[in-house]
């Protein structure tokens, strides 16, 4: 008995210190992560919002895993669900292990797998949800009724989705060798769904899950390794129950155990979380929190050799006044350094569509974020995108279009009160005018519609600046994209617009170190517009 009680106390100090070292691992080192994710759905609290996500198998884990990931709004209530749902299924496993000390040490195995796992961006909380509620499942279910799991495996099934066969292989370790049909009902009830309600998905969903993960035609295989790792424990420990010998090793093996396995956790899963990936993660979220200054620190330390790096920099860089100055200390990936065309995806054209509202160029904004939302990959809303939709159309007068962006984040957790007050701006002119950021946009934007092409953006950039000189940010960009142009004679004619309508007391670094550089043919050791026309200009391939 006193066994028992000292295993139980020791089980729940390590799912106290795994819950506190998963909660320092999002809330120190990815909280970025938690507004990416967030980022991509807009949870409604409405009846059809419910119905529409439980009309297909494994609804119900994905509707509980959108709205637990509303919160990552609040980065600390994000990271402490994401702890919670850790230990949960720590626990879970423990309990499905027989609950003793050999199961406690090997339950912390799939945690590092489903830690790893989370480290591909495109995993959703659906899935940590369907493997907690499923091992809940199991665990309550451990008497002998067979009779129950006919019904329950259905139910599991349309309710968490495939993460149901977990709990059916579970079931029948437990009943026994005489249970092995059970496993034929769920695999039936799988192929009727497939021929009867979800035609529309491919069968590799339907069989392996539909709302896992954002990528509808990929299925990672760490996804399903950690069911069946945690089925083959069971089975192990269910094998070694009876030694005492296998199941309670001493307190010193047990401590040496469980810091082996902290220690391998910590560098097992810092392998999935793709450097570069998540620094890019981490810049969008920076510029979404309009944190420019710790932008430029974090790139001033290290910086992504790509596009995307290069316009989130330059556009933290504008919104201090220090792009004309410090442009080219950070590696600019060429012509598409501070705009980008369009590449249709949830992710690339975020730093253009931002850097186009505040240039005020609002209707090019609308129509990135427009994209970008549309290119969602499992087809959610974005709360982000819509909200920038909305204002928009605000700016452009447009209120029946933003009136039906407002009626949608209104009936969201995060963004009601926030499009409640922007109802009150439609059809009142004034206000608008008067408001900080919409009425200064107004002023700034083109005020005729008109199509360009990518390769003129330098020309719409100075007809920007010509249209409003106050704009001092399109004056940045327009020279901006002249010199990564390499336009001599574009450089050298308006650097006059900088002397006259810049407000600097001196001509800045960034160009003077450009029109040298110009005036000695390139040969300026030293210069770091130099290097860069050595190396995109003469040589356009990339380092």
């Keep these: 008995m006193g066994n028992k009680g000292g295993i139980k106390f020791e089980s729940w100090a390590i799912s106290a210190l795994l819950g506190i070292v ?18 991509y759905q807009l949870f409604l609290l409405t009846g059809d919002y419910f119905m529409e ?94 009779w129950a799991d006919v019904v329950l495996f259905p139910l599991l099934y349309w309710c968490l989705g495939p993460m149901a066969w977990l709990y059916a292989g579970l079931r029948v370790m437990r009943i026994g060798r005489n249970s092995w049909w059970l496993l034929s009902i769920l695999f039936v009830t799988q192929l009727l769904a497939y021929r009867t309600v979800l035609q529309q998905y491919p069968f590799v969903n339907v069989m392996l899950g539909i709302g896992y993960y954002r990528r509808l035609m990929e299925i990672p295989t760490m996804m399903w390794l950690i069911p069946l790792v945690i089925l083959l424990l069971s089975l192990i420990i269910n094998r070694i129950h009876t030694s005492s010998k296998w199941a309670s090793p001493n307190r010193a093996v047990r401590c040496i155990c469980y810091l082996f396995l902290f220690v391998d956790i910590c560098f097992f899963v810092r392998g999935m979380y793709d450097k570069e990936k998540y620094e890019l993660i981490r810049q969008d979220a920076l510029i979404r929190q309009e944190q420019w200054d710790e932008v430029i620190r974090r790139a001033e330390k290290y910086q992504v050799k790509t596009a995307f790096s290069s316009q989130a920099v330059n556009l933290a860089l504008a919104m201090k006044r220090q792009l004309a100055e410090r442009m080219f200390d950070f590696y600019q990936s060429g012509e598409d350094a501070l705009l980008m065309p369009m590449i249709r995806d949830l992710t690339s054209d975020l730093p253009t569509a931002e850097a186009f509202y505040r240039l005020g160029m609002v209707n090019s904004a609308q129509r990135y974020m427009f994209d970008v939302q549309e290119s969602i990959l499992n087809y959610r809303k974005s709360g982000r995108c819509e909200k920038r939709l909305a204002e928009c159309a605000i700016i452009n007068g447009k209120y ?119 005036q000695r043919h390139g040969d300026m050791p030293g210069s770091k517009y130099g290097a860069y026309v050595k190396r995109k200009l003469t040589h356009p391939s990339p380092p």
């Design 53 to 146: 996500r439980v009309s297909v198998a494994g609804g119900l884990a994905d509707y509980l895993g959108e709205f637990l990931t509303q919160f990552y709004y609040i980065p600390w209530v994000g990271a402490t669900i994401l702890a919670l749902l850790t230990v949960a299924v720590q626990r879970g496993v423990f309990h499905a292990c027989q609950g003793n000390a050999i199961a406690l040490i090997l339950s912390l195995i799939p945690i590092a797998m489903l830690l790893r796992l989370q480290g591909d961006e495109s995993v959703l909380l659906s899935y940590t949800v369907a493997l907690v509620l499923t091992l809940l499942a199991a665990n309550i279910m451990k008497g002998k009724w067979m």
């Design 22 to 39: 998963v909660l320092l691992h999002w809330l120190w080192i990815y909280p970025h992560a938690l507004s990416y994710q967030e980022q």
């Design 400 to 518: 029946a279009i933003a009136k039906k962006h407002l009626a949608l984040l209104k009936k969201s957790l995060f963004y009601r009160a926030w499009a409640e007050d922007a109802e009150t701006y439609l059809y009142k002119e004034s206000r608008i005018n008067a408001h900080p950021e919409w009425g200064r946009l107004r002023k700034l934007r083109f005020k005729e519609d008109f199509l360009f092409s990518y390769p003129e953006m330098d020309k719409m950039l100075g007809r920007l600046f010509v249209n409003n000189p106050d704009n001092k940010m399109a004056l940045d960009y327009f020279m901006g994209q002249l010199l990564l142009k390499g336009d001599v004679q574009g450089i050298m004619q308006y650097m006059g617009w900088v002397q006259q309508y810049g407000g600097y007391q001196q001509m800045p670094k960034g160009y003077q170190d450009a029109v040298m550089c110009i």
